[in-house]
């Protein structure tokens, strides 16, 4: 009798967690969805306050290795890609020249694959 009441308390125990978490998690979700926001303004206004500044490039160049695209050469490593547009002005240009809307690179573009890429390489394919 008494490892049927352990069983039962344990099973109700289960179900209750059961029951529980879902809601729980969904609750995280949200809260990380809200806050995610506030902490990367929170983190910029740290960055002007220690006066730290974006690292960028003298020169509008880089390189575009195989691992930032899939077989489709689509652009799969968005970190990567910000990094690229901040780290020059003019970088966006480049990159809005050679990848269409969807972020796959045009077919006419492909040469430059595992090589660099700046305005000197662009306009020779163009």
Partial sequence: MNATKWALIIGASYFLYRKMAAPLEALDQT??????????????????????????????????????????????????????YLKHDSNGDLIEEIFDPYLRLKPKYYPLVNGLVDATTVNALK
């Fill in 31 to 84: 809260v990380k969805t809200l806050t995610r926001p506030v902490a990367q303004a929170l983190a910029e206004v740290q960055f002007i306050i220690n006066g730290s500044n974006y690292i960028k490039s003298p020169t509008s160049e880089f390189y575009l290795n195989t691992d930032k695209l899939d077989s489709n050469f689509k652009v799969i490593d968005k970190v990567w890609l910000k990094a690229i």
